[in-house]
Protein backbone atom coordinates (compact mmCIF):
# COMPACT_ATOMS: atom_id res chain seq x y z
CA UNK A 1 0.00 0.00 0.00
CA UNK A 2 1.37 3.00 -0.70
CA UNK A 3 2.51 5.52 1.96
CA UNK A 4 0.62 8.54 2.70
CA UNK A 5 3.30 11.29 2.38
CA UNK A 6 0.94 14.00 0.74
CA UNK A 7 -2.58 14.42 -0.64
CA UNK A 8 -5.82 15.90 -0.64
CA UNK A 9 -9.13 13.93 -0.80
CA UNK A 10 -12.88 14.51 -0.98
CA UNK A 11 -13.99 17.38 -0.55
CA UNK A 12 -15.13 17.77 2.72
CA UNK A 13 -15.06 21.18 4.77
CA UNK A 14 -15.28 22.03 8.38
CA UNK A 15 -17.18 22.14 11.40
CA UNK A 16 -16.48 23.40 14.92
CA UNK A 17 -14.50 27.36 15.93
CA UNK A 18 -14.32 29.35 12.67
CA UNK A 19 -12.50 32.85 12.40
CA UNK A 20 -13.50 34.76 9.63
CA UNK A 21 -12.50 38.38 9.59
CA UNK A 22 -10.99 38.54 12.72
CA UNK A 23 -14.43 37.77 14.61
CA UNK A 24 -14.85 34.40 16.57
CA UNK A 25 -17.73 32.20 15.31
CA UNK A 26 -19.76 30.21 18.32
CA UNK A 27 -21.70 27.28 17.48
CA UNK A 28 -21.21 25.77 13.75
CA UNK A 29 -24.03 24.64 11.79
CA UNK A 30 -22.67 21.75 9.75
CA UNK A 31 -23.85 20.96 6.43
CA UNK A 32 -24.22 18.25 3.62
CA UNK A 33 -25.37 19.05 0.07
CA UNK A 34 -26.59 15.96 -2.25
CA UNK A 35 -27.52 16.98 -5.31
CA UNK A 36 -27.31 15.32 -8.81
CA UNK A 37 -26.87 18.10 -11.04
CA UNK A 38 -23.32 19.41 -10.50
CA UNK A 39 -24.45 23.52 -11.24
CA UNK A 40 -27.39 22.91 -8.98
CA UNK A 41 -24.89 21.58 -5.98
CA UNK A 42 -22.32 24.31 -7.03
CA UNK A 43 -25.31 26.77 -6.35
CA UNK A 44 -26.47 25.06 -2.91
CA UNK A 45 -23.01 25.32 -1.67
CA UNK A 46 -22.53 28.94 -2.34
CA UNK A 47 -25.68 29.93 -1.24
CA UNK A 48 -25.52 27.68 2.76
CA UNK A 49 -21.99 29.50 2.74
CA UNK A 50 -23.65 32.81 2.06
CA UNK A 51 -26.52 32.58 4.03
CA UNK A 52 -24.43 32.68 7.54
CA UNK A 53 -21.11 32.35 8.87
CA UNK A 54 -22.33 29.61 11.21
CA UNK A 55 -23.29 27.21 8.06
CA UNK A 56 -20.31 25.55 7.18
CA UNK A 57 -20.70 22.72 3.89
CA UNK A 58 -18.65 19.64 5.23
CA UNK A 59 -19.48 17.79 1.96
CA UNK A 60 -21.26 17.90 -1.35
CA UNK A 61 -21.68 15.02 -3.24
CA UNK A 62 -23.96 13.79 -5.83
CA UNK A 63 -25.57 10.85 -5.24
CA UNK A 64 -27.28 9.02 -2.17
CA UNK A 65 -25.08 6.10 -1.45
CA UNK A 66 -22.04 8.50 -1.23
CA UNK A 67 -24.58 11.07 0.87
CA UNK A 68 -24.97 7.66 3.70
CA UNK A 69 -21.44 7.12 3.49
CA UNK A 70 -20.64 10.95 4.08
CA UNK A 71 -23.19 10.91 6.70
CA UNK A 72 -21.13 8.44 9.11
CA UNK A 73 -17.85 9.71 8.33
CA UNK A 74 -18.12 13.37 8.59
CA UNK A 75 -21.76 13.47 10.89
CA UNK A 76 -23.21 16.43 9.34
CA UNK A 77 -25.74 18.66 11.71
CA UNK A 78 -27.80 19.14 8.07
CA UNK A 79 -28.58 17.24 5.10
CA UNK A 80 -30.48 19.12 2.26
CA UNK A 81 -30.74 16.66 -0.44
CA UNK A 82 -32.29 16.04 -4.23
CA UNK A 83 -35.49 13.47 -4.04
CA UNK A 84 -33.68 12.46 -7.94
CA UNK A 85 -29.75 10.86 -7.24
CA UNK A 86 -28.63 7.56 -8.83
CA UNK A 87 -27.83 4.99 -7.14
CA UNK A 88 -29.62 6.07 -3.87
CA UNK A 89 -32.63 8.42 -4.24
CA UNK A 90 -33.47 11.30 -1.95
CA UNK A 91 -36.55 9.32 -0.15
CA UNK A 92 -34.74 6.15 0.28
CA UNK A 93 -31.48 8.16 1.92
CA UNK A 94 -34.17 9.98 4.24
CA UNK A 95 -36.14 6.92 5.42
CA UNK A 96 -32.48 4.86 5.93
CA UNK A 97 -31.77 7.85 7.87
CA UNK A 98 -35.02 7.68 9.76
CA UNK A 99 -34.84 3.78 10.13
CA UNK A 100 -31.05 4.35 11.88
CA UNK A 101 -31.88 7.33 13.56
CA UNK A 102 -29.28 9.11 12.63
CA UNK A 103 -29.53 12.66 14.72
CA UNK A 104 -29.41 15.18 11.76
CA UNK A 105 -32.22 17.43 10.20
CA UNK A 106 -33.02 16.99 6.51
CA UNK A 107 -34.02 19.01 3.95
CA UNK A 108 -35.33 18.22 0.35
CA UNK A 109 -35.16 20.15 -2.74
CA UNK A 110 -36.69 19.06 -5.77
CA UNK A 111 -37.81 19.73 -9.28
CA UNK A 112 -41.09 17.82 -8.63
CA UNK A 113 -44.59 20.41 -7.71
CA UNK A 114 -45.33 16.84 -6.34
CA UNK A 115 -47.96 16.61 -3.25
CA UNK A 116 -47.22 13.02 -2.40
CA UNK A 117 -43.47 13.12 -2.80
CA UNK A 118 -43.92 16.07 -0.32
CA UNK A 119 -46.38 13.71 1.73
CA UNK A 120 -43.62 11.13 2.11
CA UNK A 121 -40.69 13.49 2.77
CA UNK A 122 -42.60 14.49 5.33
CA UNK A 123 -43.67 11.32 7.12
CA UNK A 124 -40.38 10.52 7.27
CA UNK A 125 -39.09 13.23 9.33
CA UNK A 126 -38.15 16.01 6.62
CA UNK A 127 -38.11 19.61 7.98
CA UNK A 128 -38.42 21.56 4.66
CA UNK A 129 -39.59 20.40 0.83
CA UNK A 130 -38.15 23.19 -1.20
CA UNK A 131 -39.24 23.18 -5.28
CA UNK A 132 -36.09 24.24 -7.51
CA UNK A 133 -34.70 26.47 -8.50
CA UNK A 134 -34.39 27.59 -4.64
CA UNK A 135 -34.23 30.36 -4.48
CA UNK A 136 -31.12 32.52 -1.69
CA UNK A 137 -33.67 33.92 0.64
CA UNK A 138 -36.09 30.16 0.27
CA UNK A 139 -33.04 28.34 1.39
CA UNK A 140 -31.56 31.27 4.08
CA UNK A 141 -34.77 31.32 5.89
CA UNK A 142 -35.49 27.40 5.59
CA UNK A 143 -31.61 26.91 7.36
CA UNK A 144 -32.99 29.53 10.11
CA UNK A 145 -35.73 27.55 10.84
CA UNK A 146 -33.91 24.36 10.70
CA UNK A 147 -31.28 25.82 13.72
CA UNK A 148 -33.94 25.12 16.27
CA UNK A 149 -34.16 21.75 15.50
CA UNK A 150 -30.84 21.30 15.20
CA UNK A 151 -30.40 22.56 18.83
CA UNK A 152 -31.44 19.26 20.33
CA UNK A 153 -29.02 17.48 18.43
CA UNK A 154 -25.93 19.27 19.19
CA UNK A 155 -24.40 17.65 22.11
CA UNK A 156 -25.15 13.89 20.36
CA UNK A 157 -23.25 15.39 17.51
CA UNK A 158 -20.73 16.32 19.27
CA UNK A 159 -19.93 12.61 20.48
CA UNK A 160 -20.29 11.25 17.07
CA UNK A 161 -17.59 13.32 15.80
CA UNK A 162 -15.21 11.84 18.48
CA UNK A 163 -16.18 8.70 18.20
CA UNK A 164 -15.10 9.23 14.48
CA UNK A 165 -12.24 10.54 15.11
CA UNK A 166 -10.95 7.91 17.34
CA UNK A 167 -11.33 5.36 14.57
CA UNK A 168 -9.97 7.64 12.04
CA UNK A 169 -6.61 7.99 14.19
CA UNK A 170 -6.42 4.87 15.52
CA UNK A 171 -3.73 3.91 13.81
CA UNK A 172 -1.57 6.18 15.27
CA UNK A 173 -2.14 4.89 18.78
CA UNK A 174 -0.82 2.19 20.81
CA UNK A 175 -3.72 -0.47 21.51
CA UNK A 176 -4.11 0.39 25.18
CA UNK A 177 -4.11 4.45 24.43
CA UNK A 178 -6.57 3.39 21.85
CA UNK A 179 -8.86 1.41 24.44
CA UNK A 180 -8.13 4.08 27.31
CA UNK A 181 -9.52 6.60 24.31
CA UNK A 182 -12.40 4.74 23.75
CA UNK A 183 -13.54 3.76 27.47
CA UNK A 184 -13.56 7.27 28.28
CA UNK A 185 -15.49 8.46 26.01
CA UNK A 186 -17.49 5.56 26.69
CA UNK A 187 -18.05 6.55 29.91
CA UNK A 188 -18.77 9.78 29.46
CA UNK A 189 -21.69 8.25 27.13
CA UNK A 190 -22.91 5.83 30.30
CA UNK A 191 -22.88 8.60 32.19
CA UNK A 192 -26.21 10.50 30.45
CA UNK A 193 -27.93 7.83 31.71
CA UNK A 194 -28.92 10.25 34.55
CA UNK A 195 -29.93 12.93 32.23
CA UNK A 196 -31.12 11.52 29.09
CA UNK A 197 -31.13 7.71 28.42
CA UNK A 198 -32.44 7.83 24.87
CA UNK A 199 -29.28 9.94 24.03
CA UNK A 200 -27.26 7.87 25.87
CA UNK A 201 -29.24 4.62 23.91
CA UNK A 202 -29.17 5.99 20.21
CA UNK A 203 -25.10 6.72 20.91
CA UNK A 204 -24.39 3.33 22.43
CA UNK A 205 -26.26 1.90 19.48
CA UNK A 206 -24.65 3.80 16.93
CA UNK A 207 -20.99 3.40 18.18
CA UNK A 208 -22.15 -0.24 18.38
CA UNK A 209 -23.28 -0.07 14.48
CA UNK A 210 -19.91 1.54 13.33
CA UNK A 211 -17.59 -0.57 14.38
CA UNK A 212 -19.88 -3.92 13.59
CA UNK A 213 -19.84 -2.47 10.12
CA UNK A 214 -16.21 -1.93 10.33
CA UNK A 215 -15.50 -5.43 10.88
CA UNK A 216 -18.14 -6.80 8.41
CA UNK A 217 -16.11 -4.30 5.87
CA UNK A 218 -12.67 -5.84 6.85
CA UNK A 219 -14.60 -9.25 6.06
CA UNK A 220 -13.47 -10.03 10.35
CA UNK A 221 -15.59 -12.61 12.20
CA UNK A 222 -16.92 -11.64 15.66
CA UNK A 223 -19.10 -12.99 18.19
CA UNK A 224 -22.75 -11.44 18.08
CA UNK A 225 -24.28 -10.21 21.10
CA UNK A 226 -27.23 -8.62 22.63
CA UNK A 227 -27.64 -4.56 21.45
CA UNK A 228 -25.42 -3.02 23.84
CA UNK A 229 -27.71 -0.35 25.69
CA UNK A 230 -29.59 -3.63 27.38
CA UNK A 231 -26.94 -4.16 29.52
CA UNK A 232 -25.00 -3.30 32.73
CA UNK A 233 -22.60 -0.86 32.27
CA UNK A 234 -19.50 -3.17 33.06
CA UNK A 235 -20.77 -5.58 30.38
CA UNK A 236 -21.01 -2.45 28.19
CA UNK A 237 -17.73 -1.37 28.36
CA UNK A 238 -16.33 -5.11 27.93
CA UNK A 239 -18.39 -5.41 24.79
CA UNK A 240 -17.07 -1.96 23.45
CA UNK A 241 -13.41 -3.35 23.99
CA UNK A 242 -13.80 -6.14 22.64
CA UNK A 243 -15.56 -4.56 18.99
CA UNK A 244 -12.58 -2.52 19.26
CA UNK A 245 -9.90 -4.68 19.45
CA UNK A 246 -11.02 -7.24 17.24
CA UNK A 247 -10.93 -4.36 14.50
CA UNK A 248 -7.90 -3.29 15.79
CA UNK A 249 -5.91 -6.04 15.58
CA UNK A 250 -6.97 -6.65 12.05
CA UNK A 251 -5.63 -3.68 10.62
CA UNK A 252 -3.82 -3.56 7.45
CA UNK A 253 -0.32 -2.87 7.82
CA UNK A 254 1.27 -0.28 5.65
CA UNK A 255 1.63 -2.70 2.92
CA UNK A 256 0.14 -5.47 1.73
CA UNK A 257 0.46 -8.35 -1.13
CA UNK A 258 -2.99 -8.98 -1.40
CA UNK A 259 -3.76 -5.12 -1.81
CA UNK A 260 -6.27 -5.03 -5.21
CA UNK A 261 -4.56 -2.92 -8.12
CA UNK A 262 -7.12 -0.94 -8.00
CA UNK A 263 -7.13 0.74 -4.71
CA UNK A 264 -3.32 0.54 -4.90
CA UNK A 265 -3.69 2.62 -8.09
CA UNK A 266 -6.63 4.68 -6.02
CA UNK A 267 -3.74 5.85 -3.70
CA UNK A 268 -1.31 6.85 -6.13
CA UNK A 269 -4.09 9.19 -7.75
CA UNK A 270 -4.87 10.32 -4.44
CA UNK A 271 -1.20 11.26 -3.46
CA UNK A 272 -0.78 12.69 -7.22
CA UNK A 273 -3.19 14.80 -7.11
CA UNK A 274 -3.69 16.44 -3.48
CA UNK A 275 -4.84 19.66 -4.64
CA UNK A 276 -7.54 19.20 -6.43
CA UNK A 277 -11.17 18.34 -5.78
CA UNK A 278 -11.39 14.10 -5.18
CA UNK A 279 -15.11 12.69 -4.04
CA UNK A 280 -16.23 9.02 -3.35
CA UNK A 281 -17.76 9.19 -6.46
CA UNK A 282 -15.18 10.09 -8.82
CA UNK A 283 -13.15 7.44 -6.98
CA UNK A 284 -15.51 4.95 -7.19
CA UNK A 285 -15.42 5.63 -10.89
CA UNK A 286 -11.77 5.14 -11.73
CA UNK A 287 -12.30 1.57 -10.47
CA UNK A 288 -16.02 0.55 -12.08
CA UNK A 289 -17.03 -0.18 -9.01
CA UNK A 290 -20.22 1.09 -7.33
CA UNK A 291 -19.69 3.82 -4.83
CA UNK A 292 -20.47 1.61 -1.79
CA UNK A 293 -17.90 -1.44 -3.58
CA UNK A 294 -15.33 0.64 -3.76
CA UNK A 295 -16.23 2.29 -0.41
CA UNK A 296 -16.25 -1.13 1.79
CA UNK A 297 -13.02 -1.97 -0.43
CA UNK A 298 -10.86 0.85 0.25
CA UNK A 299 -11.83 1.04 3.58
CA UNK A 300 -10.70 -3.13 4.55
CA UNK A 301 -7.68 -2.25 2.54
CA UNK A 302 -6.45 0.92 2.94
CA UNK A 303 -7.26 0.38 6.40
CA UNK A 304 -9.56 3.44 7.18
CA UNK A 305 -12.23 5.59 5.01
CA UNK A 306 -11.79 7.37 1.70
CA UNK A 307 -12.10 10.58 4.36
CA UNK A 308 -10.05 9.47 7.05
CA UNK A 309 -7.01 8.41 4.38
CA UNK A 310 -6.56 11.83 2.80
CA UNK A 311 -6.83 13.83 5.70
CA UNK A 312 -4.25 11.77 7.04
CA UNK A 313 -2.43 13.08 4.60
CA UNK A 314 -3.45 16.14 4.65
CA UNK A 315 -1.87 16.40 8.29
CA UNK A 316 1.00 14.67 7.04
CA UNK A 317 1.67 17.64 4.64
CA UNK A 318 0.52 20.41 6.92
CA UNK A 319 2.71 19.32 9.57
CA UNK A 320 6.11 19.57 7.20
CA UNK A 321 5.02 23.09 6.49
CA UNK A 322 3.98 24.47 9.97
CA UNK A 323 7.48 22.79 10.70
CA UNK A 324 9.18 24.36 7.86
CA UNK A 325 7.84 27.91 6.38
CA UNK A 326 6.30 30.94 7.90
CA UNK A 327 2.71 30.75 6.31
CA UNK A 328 0.00 31.08 8.68
CA UNK A 329 -2.51 28.21 9.43
CA UNK A 330 -5.03 29.43 7.26
CA UNK A 331 -3.12 29.65 4.61
CA UNK A 332 -1.45 26.63 5.42
CA UNK A 333 -5.34 25.11 5.55
CA UNK A 334 -5.39 25.69 2.06
CA UNK A 335 -2.23 24.72 0.69
CA UNK A 336 -3.12 21.41 2.04
CA UNK A 337 -6.29 20.99 0.24
CA UNK A 338 -8.80 22.00 3.44
CA UNK A 339 -11.12 24.40 2.02
CA UNK A 340 -11.58 26.27 5.69
CA UNK A 341 -9.50 26.72 8.25
CA UNK A 342 -12.29 25.34 10.96
CA UNK A 343 -12.14 21.83 9.67
CA UNK A 344 -8.12 21.61 9.33
CA UNK A 345 -8.02 22.68 13.15
CA UNK A 346 -10.40 20.04 13.97
CA UNK A 347 -9.19 17.41 11.60
CA UNK A 348 -5.36 18.32 12.73
CA UNK A 349 -5.95 18.53 16.81
CA UNK A 350 -8.12 14.88 16.58
CA UNK A 351 -5.26 13.62 15.02
CA UNK A 352 -2.27 14.69 17.25
CA UNK A 353 -4.04 16.17 20.25
CA UNK A 354 -2.76 19.71 19.09
CA UNK A 355 -4.05 22.65 17.26
CA UNK A 356 -1.72 23.35 13.86
CA UNK A 357 -1.04 26.67 15.71
CA UNK A 358 0.05 24.74 18.99
CA UNK A 359 2.25 22.60 16.97
CA UNK A 360 3.94 25.22 15.23
CA UNK A 361 4.80 26.51 18.71
CA UNK A 362 6.60 23.44 20.10
CA UNK A 363 8.48 22.51 16.80
CA UNK A 364 9.58 26.06 16.35
CA UNK A 365 10.37 27.57 19.78
Known sequence: MPGPESARGASLLGNGMNHRGGRSIGIMYTVLVAENEPWVLRGIVEMVKAAGEEFEVVGACSNGEEAWTLIQEVWPMLLITDIMMPELDGLSLIRRIEEQRTPLVSVIVSGYDNFQYAQQAMVHGVSEYLLKPVEFDTLKQALQRAKEKIASLKELNAYLLKFQALLDNGWGLAPKDLMRKQDELLQS???????????????????????????????????????????????????????????????????????????????????????????????????????SHFSALFKKHAGQSLVGYVNRLRVDEAKKLLRSTSYSVGEIAEMTGFASTSYFTRVFKASIDLSPLEYKKRMNP
Open 189 to 291: VLRLNRLNRNARAILLRLFEDKLKTLLNESGIAYSSSPPADRSDDGTIALHFQALLERWYLNQPGPAIASTPEAIERSCRYIQAHFKEEITLTEMAARTNFSV
